[in-house]
């Protein structure tokens, strides 16, 4: 189309000139209402989000507030800091936050409330097992209790903290006997525990050889390993003389006279169990140090473990120090604990592998920086042998203090292939050969009557994962055979005889005895190592679920006393027993509250 003419726009701009002045109007008042918009400080209008009308309650509040106390192990007086009321406050406008009055009063009672549905859980547990230890900080005792069990359905380990209270005055074996017992009462499971583990302080040991099960042998003789500086509970140990002298000088007394007494009958404590790691870190440091009788490897093994002494002292007293060994060796030494010979043992296995992976070059540099006693070949050679013959030991410890998927029946044949390697490198030993020697003496001696146990060999074959393959001592399998078919004999008959209501004890009832041992030829036969294959066997199962409840080792009772030393810090050491106790069993046991 052709271009307007300038004319033409003229007359258009003439004829619509009262129209072009009501837009002109039109927009400035636009104008000039958003600029009045954009000046104000009231935000625009919006809707209002379905979250912003979200109200939390008061009770929800306090509840999470709860959580993060007892969770975190936070001390009380956390809600009461102006940081913590500005936070809540800040999250949820208008809430009140509680009081450490308030808070303490809310851990006592959810503690109450805890315990309930514990002892519930626990009412319906056939076979529950215990580890227990004594624990002193701050100038304060406690004794610790842990309960330990399976799920009948699906295998699975449970686990609870029954008691962490403290103990007043000294810790005799009465003494405790009696708070375990209170403990066994209060969650009335003292007639479904199986074993109690404890480490091997005599003070508990003759607690329960006095107050224990009598019906049945005691796999852990009072004199067996004692005096060899086992007590480990802070110098509370009052029977550790009496002890001393029971072993050294036998007295025969009247075991009628001894019966007639209430003293020993006063309270009833389950059957024992020494705790095999403490046993073997005795085997690691008590008994090891009698392979020094051999003079050759008392001076090898001397002079090498003084040279390595000095290195970690001087690492863990100066920053110079440290920096010079990361810029060789490009790792950090470790420094052992005295009281765990296995962080011994890692500090060790570090110093090899620096040899091993950076050269001997990187260690003497180090020593000739820091000024210590260069090592000389034969010593770095003993290292190497000993973090070698020591590793069996080390990874035998590590699965014994397991707890979720370790079982009684585990410690037969661990203790059985632990002799069985050592036994190996016996023959190939250059330097170690004294030490080996000793540990195979330290074994047979601290754990000898518990390989010939009858219950724990038993308790071995009814893991389906070992059964019968873990040794070829055909007499030790006898003596654990006759042990299952005589015990599936005796539950058989006594089904028979008085009869039940439950449909698993039906099934036995229908079986008889016959049947009934037949399940466990069956069983060793049947291929796959799983705990589905055990329950096609409801005897057999029922069998093994007693014998493997309890633990081989204390240790769980050891990582309750490292949560409590979280909260009965320095700081809180005035915290009321109490109240500790409380907050301690909520931490532990959050899937009860």
Not at 3 to 13: A, D, I, R, Y
Not at 95 to 118: D, F, G, Q
Not at 271 to 300: F, I, M, Q
Request: proline share 4%; charged share 25%; aromatic share 8%.
């Amino acid at each position: 189309s052709a271009k307007s003419s300038p004319n033409s726009l003229t007359k258009s701009l003439k004829k619509h000139s009262t129209r072009l002045e009501r837009y002109a109007q039109l927009t400035s008042a636009a104008l000039k209402r958003r600029s009045s918009a954009e000046g104000s400080l009231a935000p625009p209008s919006k809707q209002t989000k379905l979250w912003e009308t979200r109200r939390v309650s008061q009770a929800s509040v306090d509840k999470v507030v709860l959580e993060f106390v007892v969770q975190g192990l936070h001390p009380p007086p956390i809600v009461q800091q102006q940081g913590f009321i500005d936070l809540l406050q800040h999250l949820q406008p208008n809430t009140n936050v509680m009081t450490r009055n308030t808070l303490v009063n809310k851990v006592t009672k959810a503690s109450v409330e805890m315990k309930t549905k514990l002892k519930a859980a626990l009412s319906e547990i056939e076979f529950i097992a215990t580890t227990t230890d004594c624990w002193t900080a701050h100038r304060r005792s406690f004794i610790g209790v842990t309960a330990h069990w399976f799920n009948p359905q699906t295998m699975q380990r449970s686990c609870a903290a029954l008691a962490c209270k403290q103990l007043k005055g000294s810790h005799t074996f009465s003494a405790l006997a009696g708070a375990l017992n209170d403990i066994h009462t209060e969650f009335n499971v003292r007639e479904k525990i199986v074993r109690t583990t404890t480490d091997n302080g005599s003070n508990f040991l003759k607690a329960f050889r006095v107050y224990g099960q009598m019906d049945e042998k005691n796999d852990n003789p009072a004199s067996v390993g004692e005096g060899d500086g086992e007590e480990d509970d802070g110098g509370q140990n009052d029977d550790y003389d009496e002890e001393e002298e029971s072993v050294e000088g036998v007295e025969f007394v009247d075991a009628g006279a001894l019966l007639d007494k209430d003293d020993y009958l006063e309270y009833q404590l389950p059957k024992h169990h020494r705790c095999a790691c403490h046993l073997l870190n005795l085997v690691s440091t008590v008994d090891a140090s009698k392979a020094e009788v051999n003079p050759l490897y008392k001076r090898v093994s001397r002079s090498t473990f003084a040279k390595c002494s000095s290195l970690w002292t001087k690492s863990s007293r100066s920053i110079t120090a440290s920096e010079v060994i990361e810029e060789h060796c490009k790792l950090q030494l470790i420094r052992p604990v005295a009281t765990r010979w296995n962080s011994f043992f890692s500090a060790v296995e570090r110093i090899v592998r620096i040899t091993r992976e950076q050269g001997e070059g990187a260690l003497a540099a180090v020593c000739s920086e820091l000024d210590t006693p260069k090592f000389t070949p034969v010593e770095l050679g003993f290292l190497a042998e000993y973090v070698k013959t020591m590793s069996p030991v080390a990874r035998a410890l590590d699965v014994l203090q397991g707890e979720t998927s370790v079982q009684m029946g585990w410690l037969v044949p661990t203790i059985t292939l632990l002799k069985t390697k050592l036994q190996h490198l016996h023959s190939a030993s250059r330097f170690c050969e004294p030490l080996i020697a000793a540990l195979l003496s330290g074994l047979e001696k601290r754990f000898g009557e518990m390989l010939a146990d009858p219950e724990l060999i038993a308790a071995a074959i009814l893991v389906p994962k070992f059964r019968t393959c873990w040794t070829s001592d055909e007499n030790i399998l006898k003596v654990g055979l006759d042990y299952i078919r005589g015990h599936l004999e005796c539950r058989s008959e006594y089904h028979i005889t008085e009869g039940s209501q439950s449909s698993e004890e039906d099934s036995l009832k229908k079986t008889g005895p016959l049947e009934t041992t037949q399940q466990l030829d069956t069983y060793l036969g049947c291929p796959g190592d799983t705990v589905e294959v055990l329950k096609s066997f409801p005897a057999v199962f029922q069998l093994s679920l007693k014998l493997n409840t309890a633990l081989p080792a204390s240790a769980a009772c050891e990582r309750l006393f490292s949560v409590a030393g979280l909260i009965f810090r320095p700081r809180r050491a005035s915290i009321g027993s109490k109240n500790f106790e409380n907050q301690l069993l909520l931490r532990l046991n959050k899937g009860y509250w």
